[in-house]
C-alpha cells in the first residue's frame, strides 16, 4: 500500500512530438532543447516534423529518435491537415511542441490527436495549443526553445546552451 502513495501522480508521457522550426540552420539550435526533453522524459518516445530536407542534422543527436519530413508542398491548411492524415506512426500523442509558432503547426499538434499541444502564442496559434505562453521577442531558436520547456516544466534549464556562430566557418563554443 505503500508503494502506491509514493507513485507519482502524473501521467507517464510515452510519446512527444516537436514541429522544428524550418530552415536548416535552426537544426543544430534545437539541440540544446532536444537533449533536455530527452533528459526530463528519458522513456518517450521523441518524434520530429521537419521541414524537407532539414532532417539530416537531427542524426547527430546523441540518442536515435525518428523524424518525419513535410513537403514542401503540403503547407496550406487543408494539406497540412491531409499530410498529418496520412502519419499514421504519429498519432495519439501525450505532448506536442509547437517550435515553429504559425497557425499551421498548432494545427498539426490539433490533428495528431495531442493531449497537450504547447507553444508561444503568436496569433491564431492560440486556438490550437492547451499551453499557450507568450512570445519573448529578440531571442534565438536554441534560447526560445529552451524557454517554452522551462516555462512548461516551470524549472530553469540554464546549464544547456549551444552558441550560433556568427559566420560561417566559425566553430561552435561553449560545446
Keep these: 500500500m505503500e508503494l502506491k502513495n509514493n507513485m507519482t501522480t502524473e501521467k507517464e508521457i510515452k510519446k512527444i512530438l516537436v514541429k522544428c522550426p524550418p530552415g536548416k540552420e535552426n537544426a543544430f539550435q534545437l539541440f540544446p532543447f532536444l537533449i533536455t526533453l ?9 518524434i520530429l516534423i521537419s521541414e524537407e530536407n532539414c532532417s539530416k542534422a537531427y542524426d547527430y ?25 496520412n502519419l499514421h506512426d ?5 505532448l506536442f511542441f509547437d517550435l515553429e509558432n504559425v497557425f499551421n503547426s498548432a494545427f498539426m499538434g490539433f490533428n495528431f490527436r495531442s493531449i497537450e499541444r504547447i507553444g508561444y502564442e503568436t496569433g491564431w496559434n492560440k486556438y490550437f495549443l492547451t499551453k499557450k505562453f507568450p512570445k519573448p521577442e529578440g531571442m534565438s531558436i536554441e534560447v526560445s ?27 561552435i563554443e561553449n560545446v
Design 90 to 94: 504519429v498519432f495519439s500523442v501525450d
Design 61 to 85: 543527436l546523441p540518442f536515435k529518435m525518428r523524424y518525419f519530413e513535410r513537403p514542401k508542398e503540403k503547407l496550406s491548411f487543408l494539406e497540412t491537415h491531409h499530410y498529418c492524415a
Design 38 to 46: 530527452s533528459e526530463e522524459y528519458p522513456k518517450a518516445e521523441i
Design 145 to 171: 526553445s529552451l524557454k517554452l520547456l522551462e516555462n512548461y516544466k516551470n524549472k530553469n534549464f540554464f546549464d544547456v546552451r549551444i552558441s550560433k556562430p556568427e559566420e560561417a566557418g566559425v566553430q
